[in-house]
């Protein structure tokens, strides 16, 4: 009986001693961790528990809780719930775009093609939708209808065409188009008011302006390829005077008649094409008037259209400046942004000044 209990006393005296031997510190808690319980070792490290374990893990800079699969952005850490509500959702169905393909346009994100063109205007003429679409003064027209010709009278697209003396000219121009000399005349005086009054563009008293067809516009201005809408004309009637000594002429001398001056605009203009293209040719009148010997094409065609802007602008036709600008022509488009440029802020009179300055005479 005694040595088995002497057997016994020697044996918790062993397994204590084996215990004290063999025990480690948790890295995070700093107990104990006994013999013949169950630890984790990572990198040489001993952790008692998985918790403490977790403890190790990177920390998501947003819920604060370590995680296993962490994801990096910008500089920030993130567990896999937090990332998938940081990633940028889709603007019209608001499905995250974590880990999948996405557009982004204007700085605006559509998880899918569909979604995206639920946002675009439609074609207006087949009224389909499609990414790309060509835009020509706020209107929309697909890959396809873009092809189509181009009128000639305000610029825009149409699947119903005419030819009118070599023109093309849609529909909607042929039925609402400025065709009336009288009409013409109206809208012509209304503008030609308009300059004097707003801009202080004062131009020839009683300037007659006719409404030709492009045969006869090509005829004026003596050009077969010539596609102008407008037209300034001055024309001079060229006399001589023969001086004679008896029956022998001794002398021819060349005598100019006063200028006249006249405007020709396009038939089938919509209205507010006829107005700027109005504008334009009475401006070539003030600088015909004003600055003669300013003979410079890319400038005075740059005047021209910069007052015709200014007046698109009066008649809330702003988008037709954007021809204008986006004008390649190195003439109309370049001198258009070159006189506009001049503008500080002033409008026609920084114009005006910078006029003086430059070709005073």
């Not at 563009?201 to 005829?219: A, H, N, Q, S, Y």
Request: glycine share 4%.
């Amino acid at each position: 009986m005694r040595s088995n209990l002497k057997i016994i006393v020697l044996s918790l005296l062993f397994i204590a001693f084996y215990q004290f031997l063999w025990s480690v510190d948790c890295e995070i808690c700093k107990n104990k961790i006994k013999a013949g319980v169950s630890f984790y070792r990572v990198k040489s490290k001993t952790y008692c528990s998985k918790k403490c374990l977790r403890k190790t893990l990177p920390k998501c800079s947003v819920c604060k809780k370590h995680s296993d699969k962490i994801y990096r952005k910008e500089g920030k850490e993130y567990c896999k719930p937090c990332i998938i509500a940081a990633a940028p959702k889709c603007s019209i169905c608001k499905v995250t775009t974590f880990g999948k393909s996405f557009l982004k346009k204007e700085n605006t994100i559509y998880c899918t093609e569909k979604c995206y063109l639920t946002t675009i205007a439609e074609c207006v003429l087949c009224k389909k939708k499609e990414l790309g679409m060509s835009k020509i003064e706020n209107t929309h027209y697909c890959s396809k209808c873009i092809k189509l010709p181009q009128c000639n009278s305000c610029s825009l697209i149409s699947n119903e065409q005419m030819q009118l003396d070599g023109r093309q000219i849609c529909t909607s121009c042929l039925t609402y188009g400025i065709q009336s000399q009288n009409d013409a005349y109206k809208i012509y005086i209304e503008v030609k008011e308009l300059l004097k009054s707003k801009f202080n563009i004062e131009t020839t008293v009683g300037l007659p302006m006719k409404i030709v067809d492009m045969d006869e516009m090509k005829r004026i201005k003596e050009d077969n390829n010539s596609q102008e809408r407008g037209l300034y004309h001055v024309s001079r009637l060229i006399r001589h005077k023969v001086i004679k000594q008896g029956d022998v002429i001794i002398k021819r001398e060349k005598i100019e008649t006063k200028a006249t001056r006249n405007i020709y605009i396009l038939t089938y203009l919509p209205k507010r094409d006829f107005i700027k293209v109005a504008a334009h040719e009475l401006m070539h009148d003030w600088v015909a008037l004003n600055y003669p010997k300013l003979k410079e094409e890319k400038i005075c065609e740059g005047l021209s259209e910069y007052l015709s802007s200014l007046v698109n602008i009066h008649y809330g036709n702003d988008k037709l400046n954007l021809r204008m600008e986006k004008n390649k022509n190195p003439i109309y488009g370049g001198g258009y942004r070159f006189i506009k440029l001049k503008d500080k802020g002033g409008g026609i009179v920084d114009i005006k000044n910078w006029l003086q300055k430059t070709y005073n005479q």
